[in-house]
């Protein structure tokens, strides 16, 4: 099924400090509560030490759990950019494709609120990121210098 809706809020602000794009499967918009490839919709934040703010809805409609991985790719395509994604179950080839990506996918026991997962993240960015969002970030930090890095041993022309 192809994704039905796609909403992205721009600020247009600029932002002394990187945020990190953060997912979250949701029937809702305000809990996380359902399993990653079935997920009617992903609602993606922007998070940085000050807090987080809704950055893009992506809505998939009702998805049946039937192992089609077939409607796993839009939901890649639309995790573009995000550091990780919380789901309530996530599946062992979804789980390889994320990690692939740079994606960390996070699965939690119980419907949780997302408000309080981004009061969690931010408070960890806050006094210093620890496990998997510290090797996350220092993972998007070398590639961004690696990029920077080739861009500059580029020939370059007038």
């Known amino acids: 099924m192809a994704m039905q809706r796609q909403l ?3 600020d247009g602000q600029p932002h002394p400090t990187p945020r990190l794009k953060v997912a979250f499967a949701t029937d809702d918009l305000k809990g996380i509560n359902q399993h990653f490839g079935s997920a009617e919709r992903f609602a993606i ?13 992506a809505e998939f409609g009702r998805l049946a759990q039937d192992g089609n991985e077939n409607k796993l790719l839009e939901k890649f395509v639309v995790l573009d950019g995000c550091i990780a994604v919380y ?3 996530v599946g062992p080839s979804a789980v390889r494709q994320l990690m692939s990506l740079g994606i ?7 419907p ?6 981004l009061a969690e993240l931010q408070q960890q960015l806050q006094r210093g990121p620890e496990g998997w969002l510290a090797r996350a970030i220092a993972i998007r930090g070398e ?8 861009m500059a041993e580029e020939a370059w022309e007038e």
Do not use: C, M
Not at 45 to 57: P, Q
């Open 45 to 57: 934040y922007l998070l940085d030490g000050e807090g987080g703010t809704l950055h893009e809805v």
């Open 104 to 110: 960390q996918p996070i699965k939690l026991l119980h």
């Open 112 to 117: 949780t609120p997302i408000n309080r997962v």
């Open 87 to 89: 789901s309530l179950a």
């Open 8 to 10: 992205r809020v721009l």
């Open 143 to 150: 590639k961004s210098e690696a990029r920077f890095s080739d």
